[in-house]
């Protein structure tokens, strides 16, 4: 997408609708920024899109070969400037590349592979429930007074996105901070490359 300063507001009306469309068909999506530029708020909301949908995503920033003073840690600074911005991007791989000379092109290929391969990652039950023990050993649930919550067993429910079930006797009292609590164990323990991953508590059924 072109910033509204430079395109009417039709041509961004059509531009935003067919970008749009292409995340809602692709598996993977590129966000190709431009290295002097920077990630505008545009960006930032096209990321955020493709993130919530469920898309593979990678950031590729380009003519990472024009920007002449820089160092070592010059793309960790920036990195970690968009993630105070925006946290999911902690979880997506920035690959800092040149469309004209091709560094790095190769690497972008294969990890476009790497990230797909992640979004479609199925982890085996038993597997899943060792490592939800394990962070339940680490960090019990928030306890309400008077109340127990448990987390009793969990399975993969779906993939592309990979999406896991936790059942729990009380699921509606597991706070968001431990849902990002096991969501960061889970990626600990499988990785799942710049795809997100998404955690549903259900309640444990009652044998009549």
């Known amino acids: ?38 990630m505008h708020a545009q960006d930032l909301k096209i990321a955020t899109e493709a993130w919530e949908r469920g898309a593979g995503l990678i950031v590729a920033v380009n003519k990472w070969d024009l920007i002449e003073e820089k160092d070592a840690n010059t793309a960790v600074r920036g990195e970690r400037e968009l993630q105070d ?20 092109v190769t690497k972008l290929l294969e990890l476009i592979v ?36 448990r987390l009793l067993y969990a399975s993969q429910i779906g993939t592309a996105p990979p999406r896991f079930a936790v059942v729990s006797n009380r699921p509606e009292a597991i706070p968001e901070s431990y849902t990002r609590y096991l969501l960061n ?11 997100p991953v998404n955690i549903k ?7 009549s």
């Open 1 to 38: 997408l072109r910033k509204r300063s430079k395109v009417s507001d039709d041509i961004e009306f059509y531009s935003t609708l067919r970008t749009a469309r292409a995340i809602e068909r692709a598996h993977v999506c590129i966000l190709v920024v431009d290295a002097s530029d920077g």
């Open 85 to 104: 911005k925006a946290p999911f991007l902690a979880f997506i791989p920035f690959l800092y590349v040149s469309a004209k000379t091709g560094q790095r």
């Open 114 to 149: 790497e990230v797909a391969e992640a979004r479609d990652k199925r982890v085996p039950t038993a597997e899943v429930n060792r490592v939800l023990e394990e962070l339940v050993q680490r960090q019990q649930p928030p306890q309400p007074v008077g109340a127990s919550v």
């Open 185 to 195: 164990g889970f990626r600990e323990a499988w990785e799942f490359t710049g795809a």
């Open 201 to 207: 508590f259900r309640r444990k059924r009652v044998r």
